[in-house]
């Protein structure tokens, strides 16, 4: 019995981990060690609860073993062959896919997995060629699709971003969503009021009352909402200011919050409202944001969904400056709710882990 449900336990491990690596990313150990860790932790509550014998030194062993066949398997899988036709997008692949891509005179049929064109740029010259790949059974993949693959981003300029003007997610999961966040929010309930508490007693001490204050941030369809954070600066924060700006005035303590984002435990509270999630992007202040969306097309469409504790965007960008540096990080942000899956979600969590050890991105 302990086997056999040890087995499927990796085995949803591998599934879980195969479908979240679909999205780009290389931190292909910590999504394995993540996916094992939480089936073995559901497997030996599920043991716990039904009062069934259980070797906590099989199951520690198998999970070890687990992982150093997954990981190897993952990590040296033969890279995709794409054959590229170029012009448009498809000439920037040869730097984001290294390795991966060959230019059409090198064309070896039996060795392409799919051949990579920009429909939007397609030359009658291909056409051709892209009916020898259709008679042979090989995938045509649209250059901009395969760009966003890779990167992790979208691409803002006409006429590749007119697919997104389309609105925001709709479906199942947007709902699905919201029940997994709040629950995990109500799981780990009295941890978080633990954290709240030692973090405030910190904040007092550093600079006495109050130890909150709120700012007004844009959420879903643009609605402005007060967002809750702890006390890193001395004085009173300015609307419309850079974090970059303010850097004089962070305290000590505020840096180490700031850099843990522990600053942001009470907009938990704002996802219990309803106001956040625990990922999406980052709101922005309004007064910025209403800048931002008379200088940067698509602008708006960061307000489809929910803003978040933590989002795409953070995990790879991290903060931003500036209007270009604003512009590169809504290219992160529009792929996430062009691709917005609880797989996806799950890949920003593993993210997220590493980011709040290194303190990547940090203001």
Do not use: C
Request: glycine letters at 10%; hydrophobic letters at 45%; charged letters at 20%.
């Amino acid at each position: 019995m302990q086997v056999s449900l040890t087995y499927l336990v990796h085995v949803l491990a591998f599934s879980a981990t195969v479908r979240t690596l679909r999205y780009p990313g290389r931190e292909e150990w910590g999504v394995v060690a993540f996916y094992l860790s939480l089936f073995s932790l559901i497997l030996l509550g599920l043991l716990a609860m039904g009062r069934l014998y259980y070797s906590r030194s099989f199951i520690l062993l198998s999970t070890g073993l687990a992982f150093g066949v997954l990981l190897p398997y993952l990590r040296y899988l033969p890279p995709r062959r794409l054959a590229l036709v170029p012009g448009g997008v498809a000439d920037v692949l040869p730097q984001v896919a290294a390795g991966d891509v060959r230019p059409i005179p090198q064309l070896d049929w039996e060795r392409v997995d799919a051949v990579v064109v920009d429909l939007h740029r397609l030359s009658p010259a291909a056409l051709p060629l892209l009916g020898e790949a259709a008679l042979r059974g090989i995938p045509i993949l649209h250059a901009a699709s395969v760009y966003e693959g890779y990167t992790g981003r979208v691409l803002l300029e006409a006429p590749y971003a007119e697919a997104l003007a389309a609105g925001g997610p709709r479906g199942f999961y947007s709902l699905f969503k919201r029940i997994w966040e709040l629950g995990a929010v109500l799981l780990f309930s009295p941890l978080i009021l633990l954290g709240l508490l030692l973090v405030g007693l910190l904040v007092y001490w550093d600079l006495g009352r109050p130890i909150l204050f709120a700012q007004e941030r844009v959420g879903l369809g643009g609605k402005p909402f007060r967002a809750y954070k702890f006390r890193t600066m001395k004085g009173v924060p300015r609307q419309g200011v850079y974090a970059g700006e303010e850097a004089s005035r962070i305290t000590p303590l505020g840096r180490i919050l700031r850099r843990y984002r522990l600053d942001e435990l009470p907009q938990l509270w704002n996802v219990v409202r309803g106001e956040m999630s625990l990922i999406g992007p980052r709101p922005e202040q309004k007064v910025l944001a209403e800048a931002y969306a008379k200088k940067i097309p698509l602008y708006a469409l960061r307000h489809a969904v929910r803003p978040g504790l933590t989002g795409w965007a953070q995990v790879h960008h991290g903060y931003a400056e500036g209007l270009e540096g604003t512009r590169e990080k809504l290219s992160y942000d529009l792929y996430y709710i062009k691709h917005l899956s609880f797989w996806l979600d799950m890949r920003i969590v593993v993210r997220t882990l590493w980011v709040l050890l290194t303190g990547f991105g940090a203001k």
